[in-house]
């Protein structure tokens, strides 16, 4: 009895195995290649007001309206370059081209701006300083091409202007306006 009871178990085995077989010809690996975009980069310029104010300590704030002129790269949605002119009305304006981290948030994007750049005070003497500027501010796209933005900069923040005076002396401005991007 226990050679047949062996025997059945070995056939049923088998039986098994013919059923379970299917196709055994190699399958070979699915390979998915990702998209590769040419490029990522994008070109802008804008234009915008500029409200600029110079605070020298202890004496008379030095403020002025300005037109505000830029022209930017960004490389990608993380890193740009952006030069900009803030002038051409009141006594003071602003040259500067900067490095521009940013950070998108939906449809906004948060920046910030870290440059060197040239703040000129002109009431009949022309008084300039060059040195760092840095700024922060939002950017929101408002269609595909045009955006909109607001920002902060700071463009000086040091003793002395110019050898005009040595007392402490803060020069910012702030921005709004709007951008075209190709």
Same mark, same amino acid.
């Given at each position: ?62 403020? +002025?309206?300005?037109?505000? %002129?830029? !022209?930017? *790269?960004?490389?990608?949605?993380? @890193? #740009? $370059?952006?030069?900009? =002119? ?44 060059? +040195?760092?500027?840095?700024? %922060?501010? !939002?950017? *929101?796209?408002?269609?595909?091409? @045009? #955006? $909109?933005?607001?920002? =902060? ?30």
């Amino acid at each position: 009895m226990k050679k047949i009871t062996l025997s059945i178990i070995a056939a049923l085995a088998i039986n098994t195995f013919a059923f379970a077989g299917g196709d055994i010809s190699p399958v070979e690996p699915q390979i998915t290649v990702p998209e590769v975009s040419e490029s990522t980069g994008a070109f802008y310029v804008g234009l915008g007001y500029s409200y600029m104010n110079m605070d020298v300590e202890n004496d008379a704030d030095h403020d +002025g309206d300005a037109t505000l %002129l830029l !022209a930017g *790269y960004n490389f990608n949605q993380y @890193i #740009g $370059v952006e030069g900009r =002119y803030s002038g051409l009305t009141d006594c003071l304006e602003n040259a500067a081209i900067y490095l521009k981290p940013m950070y998108p948030i939906g449809g906004a994007t948060v920046y910030g701006l870290l440059g060197y750049g040239e703040t000129t005070y002109d009431d009949g003497s022309s008084l300039s300083e060059s +040195g760092f500027q840095w700024g %922060l501010g !939002a950017n *929101y796209a408002v269609t595909e091409n @045009i #955006g $909109v933005f607001a920002d =902060y900069t700071n463009l000086y923040n040091d003793t002395g202007f110019d050898g005009a005076t040595s007392e402490d002396v803060m020069v910012d401005s702030v921005n709004v306006g709007v951008t075209y991007t190709f």
